[in-house]
């Protein structure tokens, strides 16, 4: 079952990172949005402000189930061949956790600054939602805005 992940599209380190999962998964089970989707957002009840939070990882088949910042990257491993055997590592010496997720901040909150802004948001060759591909996942229509 695929899952979402949400990026910031104009964002040179998020990028590059959604073009190496793009280039290891190809789509079997990530999908993507840039966060300067609004209409995409909107439909998987994604605010602006739950943005500024970092990524978003969204599992389609049960879109309650969330993660978001560096608990989004961990999840993201584990969901990779022996990833998960990392991820637990990672999660079990004392003290990386906590300095793994004040560095995602630091950097979630300093990313332009660090590594660039792109010109134009990226768009990956596997969009969530595209041609509407997810509209099994959604009970209700998406709002539009007037």
């Not at 990026?7 to 190496?20: A, H, M, P, R, S």
């Not at 978001?68 to 003290?95: H, K, M, T, W």
């Not at 939602?129 to 209700?140: G, M």
């Amino acid at each position: 079952m695929p899952y979402t992940v949400i990026y910031d599209g104009k964002c040179n380190l998020c990028v590059t990172l959604v073009q190496l999962l793009e280039s290891l998964d190809k789509g079997d089970r990530f999908q993507y949005i840039p966060m300067q989707d609004p209409e995409s957002l909107q439909r998987w009840n994604v605010t602006p402000q739950d943005c500024e939070l970092g990524m978003i990882l969204i599992d389609a088949a049960a879109p309650e189930r969330r993660w978001q910042g560096s608990d989004a990257a961990e999840e993201i491993g584990q969901l990779f061949p022996l990833g998960n055997l990392f991820v637990a590592a990672y999660r079990a010496l004392p003290g990386l956790k906590w300095s793994g997720d004040r560095i995602y901040e630091q950097v979630r909150d300093n990313r332009y600054t660090l590594f660039g802004q792109r010109n134009h948001v990226y768009h990956t060759a596997y969009p969530a939602c595209d041609s509407n591909a997810c509209d099994r996942y959604f009970s209700t229509p998406a709002r539009s805005e007037p």
